[in-house]
């Protein structure tokens, strides 16, 4: 393998490590569960995204053919990250009954959505 | 030179599980755990993908793409109940 790829690929792996220790870091040490959800979310992009770059250029070059399938993580986990962060986000409010009075007014007639009854509608 | 930085990233990915799992332990609350879960789901995967790369399978990236499936549905599943104090309604 030629010294050049094998220099991306290593700092591809190790950056991927960082980002993932940063992230788990992040989850560890922040005060509160709204702060705490950024930490993960660069473990997921950048991290994940950084390893599997390396894997995908690690196997093009040992195979000699072209390997692009680890694109299909990548691209499932920055299609879900949004969606379970944002289920995450709605739990926590709803939770949290001691941090309901910070929330910003909404602007619109309605409240929250996640905290309007919605049972006598039959939803 | 892949072989050197394989083993440091298997520590940091190995000391971020561990900080992961102080989280999943201490909480203090249920969606504290779920997002702890969720990151170790995420660790996993990076593992296995740097055990493919470390042994030169490329195999591992099947087990990779099914473990960040079931973790979401995981992830998903959990906030559903926490919501609505059920999964399928």
Known sequence: MPMLIDALIA????????????????????PDMMRRLHGPTKATTLGIGALLIASMIYFSVARGTFSIHELLITLFLFLTAPVSAH??????????????EQLPPTGQPSGWATLDDRRSDGM | MIAAAITIAGGAICLAILLTLYRLAVGPDATDRVLALDTLVI??????VLGGIAFGIA????AALLFAMVG??????????????????
């Open chain 2, 59 to 62: 195999m591992y990236f099947e």
């Open chain 2, 72 to 89: 979401f549905v995981t992830t998903v599943a959990f906030c559903k109940f926490l919501l609505r104090g059920n999964v399928i309604e």
């Open chain 1, 87 to 100: 289920m995450l986000a709605k739990a926590h409010i709803l939770r949290a009954t001691q941090e309901r």
């Open chain 1, 11 to 30: 700092a591809l792996i190790l950056a991927g490590a960082f980002f993932l220790l940063v992230g788990a870091l992040g989850l560890a040490k922040l």
């Open chain 2, 43 to 48: 660790e996993t995967i990076a593992l296995i």
